[in-house]
């Protein structure tokens, strides 16, 4: 047995020296084969093409409609763009041919980008008053999630409260109050 394991033990070691004449840097070695790392494949392939037509759409909308133009988004698995715009003759007609193959839907805003900026930075000028009041406007938006061109979103703690100062403030603003929170910044511990 003491002879065998000898045996087997003494083979790995002879090998050591030739693996170790192999690896030191005075033995040339063959350079290591190149490889190609596989191009890499979005998992929506239209999505970059959907960009740059929203980039392009959005560009010359906001620069030349902007009373009818409200924002751009995209509807990435039906591979479609959507245009929010207050309805407008000639606007569509100007508007679909810049985004070249790709399918584009308009969906009808109640008012423009420009208008709802406006309101925005009305109510952010009022934030010392609406403190005065009590009234907590914890943030305020318009592009987003349903309410996309229809109106000004203040979130504020107690909405029940708020709604109606609010609301009445700014009787001529399209103005929509709902629960929201502080911000809370994320720190690492």
Not at 15 to 39: N, Y
Not at 51 to 79: C, F, I, K
Not at 104 to 124: K, N, P
Not at 173 to 181: A, N, T
Request: hydrophobic share 40%; glycine share 6%.
């Amino acid at each position: 047995m003491r002879r065998r394991l000898a045996a087997l033990l003494s083979v790995p070691l002879l090998a050591l020296p030739t693996a170790c004449a192999a690896a030191s840097p005075t033995t040339p070695q063959s350079p290591p084969a190149l490889t190609t790392p596989a191009p890499a494949q979005s998992y929506w392939p239209v999505q970059d093409v959907l960009m740059a037509a929203a980039g392009t759409v959005e560009t010359h909308a906001a620069r030349n409609w902007s009373r009818a133009y409200t924002s751009v988004s995209l509807d990435v698995p039906g591979g479609v763009l959507l245009v929010h715009r207050v309805p407008t003759p000639g606007f569509d007609a100007e508007i679909r041919p810049l985004a070249r193959g790709v399918t584009v839907r308009f969906v009808d805003a109640a008012y423009s980008a420009r208008t709802l900026d406006g309101w925005f930075e009305r109510v952010q000028a009022d934030m010392d008053y609406w403190r005065r009041q009590g009234v907590m406007i914890h943030s305020l938006w318009w592009n987003g999630e349903g309410s996309t061109g229809r109106c000004l979103t203040a979130e504020v703690g107690n909405p029940q409260r708020d709604a109606v100062l609010i609301t009445r403030h700014y009787a001529d603003m399209s103005i929509c109050v709902r629960q929201g929170w502080p911000a809370e910044p994320l720190t690492a511990n």
